[in-house]
Structure formats: structure tokens, C-alpha cells
RNA sequence: AAGGCAGGUUGUCCUGUCGCUUUCCGCGCAAGCGGAAGGAGGAAAGUCCGGGCAACGCAGAGCAGCAUACUUCCUAACGGGAAGCCGGUUUGCCGCAAGGCAGGCCGCGAGACAGUGCCACAGAAAACAACCGCCGAUGUGCCGUUCGCGGUGCAGGCAAGGGUGAAAACGUGAGGUAAGAGCUCACGACUGCUGCAGGUGACUGCCGCAGGGGGUAAACCUUAUGCGUUGAAAGGCCAAAUAUACCGGGGCUUGAGGGCGGCUCGCCCGAUCCCGGAGGGUAGGCCGUUAGAGCUGUUGCGCAAGUAACAGUCCAGACAAAUGACAGGAGUCCCGGUUUUCCGGGAAACAGAACCCGGCUUACAGACCUGCCUUUUCU
RNA sequence: GGCCCCGUAGUUCAAUGGAUAGAACGGAAGUUUCCUAAACUUUAAAUAUAGGUUCGAUUCCUAUCGGGGCUA
């Protein structure tokens, strides 16, 4: 399906400073693109850690108002935005320096995620068929707005590139692993 | 008819496919799926003002500071708006002229007899004026004398003319005089006061009296009025997570520090405390948060801004942040061919909600309406 | 979202409301040299924009534009 709900969006603080903090980049005009390959056993520790201590809560006070202002409440879970559902979360960045009015940037996301959205179930079956999970973000390095054609074919540019990358990567992880 | 200026209204529409998001209903352990209904603006912008709302303790006083400034009204309030008054400027008319009247446009438009400061250059002088100049009637020296006086100088008088400047002490005309001057008169402009008349008022008109040494308060200032500070990252609730490790300084009723924030006084709290360094943890969720000084219409009142009554109506609610993409068609405008139709190509602005309202300011393609001005044609 | 500050030559800074806006570095032209460097001479170049107050604004006031900073 040709979907781009939230659960396939990056919307929480801490992946993205995870992704930005220890991602790998590459350019591929006009975006700069930063991936970090990540499985789900290194994701649990990063939101709790693993001598916390789990408040269990006082059974009087449940109720379903209770239950509905705090989800996660009692046990410990990751917030749906940062549960992989799907197995990339995207975010689109555009710079305010290159474009200083706020419809010129809401434009190029806009395009962005549409290009992004018609073009991604090719990289998902990629990533399905290895078993990783990736974190994703296009930065706007661009000085003008293309048309939407265009932002298309450099998205699928940009999205072989990134396939050939993680491929590339892997190969050479398990080498070294030998 | 064309062009310009000012003000106001509007600011593309329809269909299909794929998608985002909110609410409701149904299914599902959950992820999610299906259906229905909604989903950017006149400026959402700048953050220039005013409010609502919230916290700061449950009394307060003074100073400082800030803002505003003709009048009346509108308003929840305003530095906003409406109507007027006054002033400036421009066009036209009247007048010999000074000036007056009418229309348009503009105005942060209290006070310069409370005080202080400043006014470069030029000019004699920029605030108790005299360089050139005019006079020398009056007093006096000298010379001449026909003994009437004349000439010249001084004491002195004057502020008309020249010149400087942005600005030099009412304007025009006449009288007057030694020369002159509101010194006097006529007309005109201005300031203050008394009275009468009109107006809610700013103010205006008339009569009378008095007056004739600037400007600047968007310089300090004075007067009057108003203002507590902070700002949804306010604030409340729930959950999660920890470390008062350690180092330095101050203080414990003889009081550190804090509480309404620039200062002072007063009042209150106050010891497992306060400040600095270094370090550790969390940064999910719900409420606030979209029914409001709301919007639309009719009628009444008011010159108007507005307001009252009645009727109808619910109109985004995201949260590292949704409202999009493509295709086709219709209408508008422009260009080319054709010039009735029609064919091909292109254009469609400024711009994106972030707690919510009322204004202001700024940006804006095109279309429509109203008023004024200019040009051309016709009657 | 909220708050604050600043705009002067190409760059870094000056300038009580007062004449033609000043200095350093840099640029250009010239002298010198076989050529360059250095030195010397000359020269161009600016008050963010638009209104207003004033006789007169870089300076004072208002609006706009641009840049920077602070705020969990």
C-alpha cells in the first residue's frame, strides 16, 4: 500500500538524536541523506534502562480515565510513535536558511513525502527480506523548489543509492564478522 | 470609452485516482480495517497596541519608571474607530493690498507669562539689538555771520531703509515729526480679559477694555490621566526516572535567603536551609484547547463608528507539528493564427493556523462596485 | 510561541542635531624596478528603506526591511 502514516514517520526526540548522533551520510543532490541501521533488541535500552526499577502502581487508582491519560501505564512500553510497525521511520528536513517562507518549506515536504510515499515498497521488501529496521532523514540542501517529476526521479535516484549502500555495508560487516 | 488616484467586496470551480488528519459508529487482543461527516487566511504575517485567561501570598504605602495628550462619542479595552473643532498646505473665486470665503489633501494637535538648556555658519546683534544709515529739534565745543541764523563735531535721539540669516519684534495706506516709530487714524491679522448669544464640548460670532521682545517640549521638563510582573515553554493532573555522590562559600532567632519582579518602608515565611561548581535522571500522556465581546440575516435607534431585539447556525484543532500529488474538464486573462465561431500555447497573486479575541501596519495577480480627476468622441 | 539588541566605504570601527560624514586595512591608477615586494603620490567607494519633527537629521520620533541573540 502506498501509505505514510505516523508509525512510518520519525516523530520522537530520542531516535532522532540517535540518528543524527551516530548515522551514517552520504549527498545525493539535493538531499543529504542520513540512515542508521538499527534491530529491535538495541532498541528496548535506550528508552528504559534495564536496572530501572517498574513502579507497579497503586491498584485503587486504576480506572479508565486513568488508563486513557497514561497508556503505558503499569507496565513499561515504547510510545506507538516509536515502535517499528514498519520497518523505516522518515523525516524530511528543509533548512530555513535556503528558504525563508514557511510555504516554500511546507511545499518541498510535501513533495518530498509524496515522491517518498509512491516510491518506498521496494526498499521495504529490501529491508523485510534481510530483517532491518532503518531510521531515515532527507535534509533539503537544495537553493530552489523542483517540480514534482523531478523530486520523483531523484528520490528513486537517491533510494537505489541507499539500497546499494546498506548492501554494500553488510557485505563487508559480515567479512570483517568472518 | 480609456487612463490614474482613493475606498470597499471578492480572492477560481467541478469530476476521478492515490494519500494525510480529527470526530462519531461498527469490527479487532493489538497493529489496523470499513463507513459517515469535517479540515488554512484576509491578511493565518509583522508582533506595534488593547483585552480575556493563568500563576506569582491571603493586607499595604511612597518614590522611580513607562505610556498617552484638541473635543464629544463608540467600545470589554485600546496608542483603534466615527463625527466634529482648530491649524497647515494646495486649487478656484473676491479684494489695490494686507487678507477673506469655498473645495481637496495632510496633521504624535496639552503647556514656551514655572524653571533650565540649545539656536552652527553668516550677521552689529539670536534675546533687554544698533554695523551701514537717518536726524542732530534739545544741550554744548569750534568756525562763519548780514546777529535772523548757517556749517561741522560731540552728548544724544530713531529703528523707516540697506545688508545677514530658517528666524531680526504686527501688515497695507495715510497723517505726524528734527528724523522717526501703533505715536495717531482707517482697514485687516493676532494675544489676553470682561460681558452677551450659540453649542454637551473643543470652539465660534458680536460689543468693550488692555497689549505689542522669537523659535524649539518627536530637548530636559510641567500638568492631567492610566499602568503590578510574567506569558500557554503560563498553569493543573497522571505516569516514568533518579544522587541531598562530591568540592567551595554563607547562615541557623544577634536571621542567610525568599515572598509582587527597579528602589525604600511596612507585613509575612524561614533552617533536612541558601548560593556557586561538577555530576545524575526525565523530557510519554491528559486537561488548559477551541461555543466565542462567535458568525449570518431581518427590523428598530443613531449623521456615523456602532448598538438593541428577534430568528437561524456550529465553522480546523495539528503537537519535531495534518490540510497534499497527479490526470481531465469549465470559466477568466494574455499571445499567435483566424479575425463571427474556432485552433494552439501560456498565466493565475500575497502567502500556511500553533491558547483565543478586538484593532493597527505591511504584502497582494485578477475580477466587480462606488466616488473624484484628466483626455478623446457624440448629443 | 514569547522577549531583547543592532544596521555607517569591500571589511573593522569613529563622528554634542551644524558646513564637503573620518581613520585603518583592502581595491584601482601612477612613480620607482629588468620584474615583483616594500615605499611614496593620487583616486573611487557608505549613513538599510520610507515618512515626519526641526532652519538643518548618521543622530530625535514612527512604520517597514534585514541581521543577530536569549528563553524548556
Known amino acids: 500500500m502506498q501509505t505514510f502514516r505516523k508509525s512510518e514517520r520519525l516523530c520522537t526526540f530520542r531516535l532522532k538524536e540517535l540518528l543524527f548522533s551516530q548515522g551514517q ?5 539535493p538531499f543529504r541523506v542520513v540512515y542508521y541501521l538499527i534491530n529491535e533488541d538495541n532498541l528496548e535500552p535506550l528508552f528504559f534502562k ?3 526499577v517498574v513502579y507497579e502502581g497503586n491498584p485503587d487508582q486504576q480506572s479508565d480515565l486513568l488508563a486513557h491519560q497514561n ?3 503499569p507496565h513499561r512500553r515504547l510510545p506507538p510513535t ?17 528558504f525563508k517562507k514557511a510555504t516554500d ?14 516510491n518506498k515498497s521496494d ?7 534481510r ?3 532503518c531510521l531515515l532523514a532527507f535534509v533539503y540542501t537544495g537553493r530552489e523548489i523542483l517540480p514534482y517529476s523531478e523530486t520523483e526521479n531523484k528520490i528513486k535516484l537517491t533510494l537505489q ?15 570483517a564478522g568472518e
Open 82 to 98: 516509536a515502535s517499528f510497525y514498519q520497518p523505516v521511520k522518515m523525516m524530511v528536513s528543509v533548512p530555513r536558511r535556503n
Open 161 to 175: 543509492k541507499l539500497r546499494d549502500e546498506i548492501a554494500a555495508r553488510q557485505h563487508t560487516g559480515i567479512k
Open 105 to 118: 518549506r511546507n511545499r518541498i515536504k510535501r513533495l518530498v513525502k509524496e515522491s517518498y510515499r509512491k
Open 25 to 29: 551520510g552520504f549527498f545525493s543532490y
Open 50 to 52: 534495564d536496572d530501572s
Open 123 to 129: 526498499f521495504y521488501t529490501f529491508l523485510k527480506s
Open 71 to 73: 497508556p503505558s501505564w
Open 131 to 133: 530483517d532491518l529496521r
